[in-house]
């Protein structure tokens, strides 16, 4: 198998695949935990409030019998009569007396032997029968009884809260025997019902509150380690695409070194015919008439001559780049001096030159002689560019460490495909070029520690924006 098809292996791959299971664990740990505490507290729950039930039914007993039973039974006869209000009411008085300062939603108390209930809280009760069920009975013999009632959705039964929890505890009305400790005859059953539904939901809120703290708090270190693993992946990539271009750097420059020793060697063979080339189509000119096809075919060997011999320059500046000389200069003494320069051919084909300089523009270190043929590049490059005239746009401005240089034209533009194009040895859309000239301008500003970048104008044009440091070193 050929090394090359074997997928990488990824690093942190571990840690990642760690930081999520644990995030899954603990969540689930959290979830059961939940459970755990919430069971815990519903049976804490319950206990505590059949506990409260029977504090309540004993204090009721004994109020019940000495308040009302006796004096009943004395005045009447007999206990139980469901018509008689004034035994009704009396009954009543006790037993809210009784409970004022309890809480409980209802109370309903049956007779022993019919399974009928003479009291309740709620007199549609009154006189129904049979509504006890086995918890009475339970209660007639004389053993207290609870039973927690629940209704609700499936949901609300299984992680939530039901939306009604009742407590029905049936405890015994004894006859109480003065002096005694022996428990005297049943005499009927009391049904004590509390409505826990705002306990049940606490506890479901606490369980939430449980969940939701477990799962925030994992949340956030699960996005703190994803993102510490990111980041350690995105700097070992960010290694090894440096390393790629490193390595196809070297190759670039190990061609581009081969390619400007033969340029340079080439460039210096040709220089050499081509200057007795020029000199003798001079003295050509100089020895015939003034006027004629002669002379201009003269003038044509010469102009030609200039520009091989300007095109071989450019090679000779590209092959072999000057190192940076550097001094202290002024970045608009030396536009002023480029244009200056091309002031001839400014005035000549009509083009207007605006300039904008700020005031507290510093000296820089820098060659002045690189960036002035820098800056002469791209404003010859803007002129080309509008062959009719049309106008120019140089702005100056510091910042903190640096100073920018604006340079805007009114022409074309440059088509998208050949924007990223514009920087390549002998890459030019001119029909005369060696397309050297930009990239001779982007290695002068990075070799002073700058940055050239090109693109179209919002409006029309092309706008190169040159940064250079104000101290070489910054």
């Given amino acids: 198998m050929d090394p090359k098809d074997i997928a990488p292996i990824k690093p942190f791959k571990l840690l990642k695949y760690f930081t999520f299971t644990s995030l899954v664990v603990i969540l689930l740990g959290s979830l059961v935990l939940s459970m755990v505490i919430a069971r815990r507290a519903e049976t804490v729950l319950l206990k505590k409030s059949e506990d409260y039930a029977l504090l309540m039914a004993d204090n009721l007993n004994h109020q019940v019998f000495l308040q009302f039973i006796v004096p009943a039974a004395l005045q009447f006869g007999q206990v139980i009569q469901l018509r008689n209000k004034a035994l009704f009411d009396r009954l009543d008085q006790v037993v809210r007396n009784t409970l004022h300062s309890f809480s409980v939603e209802t109370v309903n108390i049956f007779d022993r ?36 009632i629940r209704r609700g959705g499936i949901w609300g039964m299984l992680f939530g809260a039901p939306r009604e929890s009742k407590l029905r505890t049936y405890v015994p009305l004894r006859a109480e025997r003065p002096l005694s400790n022996i428990e005297g005859p049943v005499l009927g059953v009391f049904e004590i019902v509390q409505d826990l539904s705002e306990d049940y939901q606490t506890i479901t809120d606490f369980k939430y509150r449980i969940i939701i703290t477990s799962a925030v708090i994992m949340g956030l270190l699960f996005f703190v380690l994803r993102h510490v693993v990111k980041r350690g992946e995105q700097i070992i990539e960010k290694r090894a695409e440096e390393r790629l271009l490193l390595k196809e750097k070297l190759g670039n420059a190990q061609r581009l070194a081969s390619l400007g020793e033969m340029v340079a060697g080439i460039s210096h063979e040709i220089r050499n015919p081509l200057g007795i080339i020029t000199s003798t189509a001079e003295l050509l000119k100089q020895k015939l008439a003034r006027a004629g096809p002669e002379v201009e075919l003269a003038d044509v060997v010469v102009q030609e001559a200039d520009r091989l011999n300007s095109i071989v320059t450019d090679f000779l500046n590209f092959a072999r780049p000057q190192a940076p000389n550097f001094m202290s200069c002024r970045i608009d003494e030396i536009i002023e001096k480029n244009l200056t320069f091309l002031a001839p051919e400014i005035n000549k084909n009509g083009y207007r030159v605006h300039k904008r300089f700020a005031t507290d523009i510093p000296e820089i270190q820098a060659d002045p002689g690189l960036l002035y043929q820098a800056f002469l590049n791209i404003l010859m490059n803007a002129m080309q560019a509008m062959p009719e005239g049309g106008d120019i746009y140089i702005e100056l401005s510091a910042r903190k460490h640096t100073v920018e240089i604006l340079f805007v034209d009114e022409g074309p533009g440059i088509l998208d495909e050949t924007l990223s194009r514009i920087w390549e040895p002998f890459f030019t859309s001119k029909d005369k070029g060696s397309g050297l000239g930009l990239p001779i301008v982007k290695k002068i500003i990075e070799g002073h520690g700058g940055i050239v970048e090109a693109d179209n104008s919002s409006e029309k044009g092309v706008r190169v924006a040159v940064t250079l440091p104000v101290d070489r070193y910054s």
Avoid: H, T
């Avoid at 009928?116 to 009475?136: H, T």
């Fill in 113 to 148: 032997k019919e399974n009928v209930i003479f009291y309740s809280f709620d007199k549609e009760l009154l006189g129904r029968k049979g509504l006890g069920g086995i918890d009475y009975q339970q209660a007639v013999l004389g053993k207290s009884r609870s039973k927690l």
